[in-house]
């Protein structure tokens, strides 16, 4: 009967929708922990780890549109790719890596998903990305976003150790500068190299011109390598020692890194008010930090 043949149609639809839902999966979250019913339907336990996979690969993706530099070509598998895109990257500083790829090595930040450690296996980590700037979810569901090493991982850690001793060497000069004030914690960021180098860089400069004071250091990636630095500072908005207004003041820090340009152009700049009414300048830069930049 014609009924017969509608409800057929309809059948065979929803079962085509299920499994284009499915192949659209990470192939690993789909066959982790999969489970039937006596009538063969799909278990409660696999329709929550795809779900789970879904949400841990938009928190990666949203963290990626916010933190990671746009001038950084990110590598992903298709659902991934398709994650970012609904969180605002551009495609154009997207790119795609096929099931057929011999290696990652086309762009500057890989997500790996489980689908990419299963094509990749540990040479993802120990040679083509040795260095995790952020990573989501756990086991099998787990997101790394990890910057990829052109030159292979050897080369790429011992430019982090030269890095990280600059980065020393000159967070400890600062400590000695009486133009910047520093809260305890931010000197103790500052000698252990844990400030991003471009920080390290323009605030000696800032120093010369005006007294400045640093409340603290912030930006630590969850779940980032030991060394991936503080990328963000927060800034008294008023020093009485610089001879200008609150207001003169705030406007010169703003201006001041909102006119730098290159690897020194902050990703932001913004004025806030604390708890107790004074005014906070925060400027955060983007991820990944540029390696070698003061070493020399």
């Known amino acids: ?86 969180a605002g990257v551009p495609t154009s500083r997207v790119l795609v890596i096929s099931p057929t790829a011999p290696d990652p090595l086309g762009g500057s930040v890989i997500v790996a998903t489980p689908v990419l450690r299963s094509q990749f296996g540990a040479r993802l980590a120990s040679e083509y990305a040795p260095a995790v700037l952020a990573s989501f979810g756990r086991g099998p569901l787990r997101v790394d976003v990890r910057v990829i090493a052109p030159f292979g991982a050897a080369a790429y850690d011992a430019s982090v150790r030269r890095d990280l001793a600059a980065r020393q060497r000159a967070g400890t000069a600062l400590l000695g500068l009486r133009q910047i004030g520093l809260a305890r914690r931010a000197a103790t960021d500052l000698a252990a190299g844990r400030v991003d180098a471009r920080l390290l860089v323009m605030l000696p400069v800032l120093a010369k011109l005006h007294p400045i004071k640093v409340i603290r250091f912030y930006g630590q990636p969850p779940g980032a390598s030991p060394y991936v630095p503080l990328t963000g500072v927060e800034l008294s908005g008023n020093d009485r020692h610089a001879g200008l207004t609150a207001h003169a003041y705030q406007r010169w820090l703003v201006s001041f890194f909102r006119g730098q340009r290159s690897v020194f152009r902050p990703a932001s700049v913004t004025t806030t008010a604390s708890s107790n009414g004074a005014i906070v300048v925060t400027v955060r830069f983007a991820l990944p930090d540029p390696i070698g930049l003061i070493h020399q």
């Open 1 to 86: 009967m014609a009924w017969t043949a509608a409800l057929a149609i309809l059948v065979a639809a929803a079962v085509a929708g299920t499994s284009l839902a499915l192949l659209n999966q990470d192939p690993g979250q789909a066959s982790a922990g999969t489970s039937r019913t006596g009538n063969g339907s799909v278990g409660t336990k696999t329709l929550a780890e795809l779900a789970m996979a879904g949400v841990v690969r938009t928190q990666a993706a949203q963290w990626i549109a916010r933190q990671v530099s746009r001038s950084a070509i990110i590598e992903c598998d298709a659902v991934m790719c398709g994650t970012l895109y609904k």
